[in-house]
């Protein structure tokens, strides 16, 4: 069992912000004899270390070690890992399909459809971008971050606008956002210039 001992250490060594130690146990899990399903979890769990240090080229090399049998709890979070990481290298192109997929999942959907119209956008799809912010901007939920990413969409989708001088547009936008959430000031603010201009 030294394979599960050396996956335990390193999980619990990521728990505690050990990075550096967290990926030298895991990387000896990748090296072991074990099978699809450990593996796996092992090159995700590394990937998401590389990714937080924002090192995106170990992340997708980690992520391209994942091979054969993924479980089902896990999909979901390879395929945002993957997406976010090929947002944060400019490849929006590639993570649109998975971003695109993702939009039903029940733990990711609302990310990833903010996700999405950032994707959009990087990609220079300014209408396909509002409109999908627009969706990202109306997610009924009472999740905090769900309803913190769902006003990070309507203060994107209204300073896109703003910055356009289409005033009268961004203002719908900015009125969305909630007066108790981590983006109200900057919605406020906007939406006083929109309002002024």
């Known amino acids: 069992h030294m394979a599960d001992a050396d996956f335990s250490l390193g999980d619990f060594e ?8 967290a990926g030298r146990a895991i990387s000896a899990v990748l090296e072991a004899d074990v099978d699809d399903v450990v593996r796996n979890d ?8 590389h990714f937080q240090k ?6 997708i090399e980690a992520l391209d070690r994942i091979d054969g049998e993924i479980p089902e ?3 979901d979070d390879v395929d945002f890992l993957r997406a976010n990481v090929y947002l944060g290298e400019g490849r929006p192109g590639d993570a649109i399909a998975l971003l695109e ?6 733990e990711f959907g609302a990310f990833a459809s903010y996700n999405l119209g950032i994707a959009y956008l990087q990609s220079g799809q300014r209408q396909a971008a509002l409109n999908q912010l627009n969706i990202a901007g109306q997610v009924s939920s009472d999740d905090p971050g769900e309803l ?3 006003d990070k969409s309507n203060l994107v989708a209204g300073t896109i606008h703003l910055e356009a001088e289409e005033f009268a547009l961004a203002i719908p936008y900015l009125n969305r956002v909630r007066l108790d959430g981590p983006y109200s000031n900057q919605a406020l603010l906007s939406a006083g210039w929109a309002n002024m201009s």
Request: aromatic share 6%.
């Open 73 to 75: 709890s896990l999909r």
């Open 54 to 59: 924002n090192q995106l080229a170990a992340a």
């Open 14 to 21: 990521l728990r505690y912000r050990m990075h550096h130690r």
């Open 148 to 150: 913190a990413i769902r």
């Open 101 to 106: 997929t993702l939009q039903k999942s029940a």
């Open 42 to 49: 092992a090159a995700y769990r590394l990937a998401r270390i």
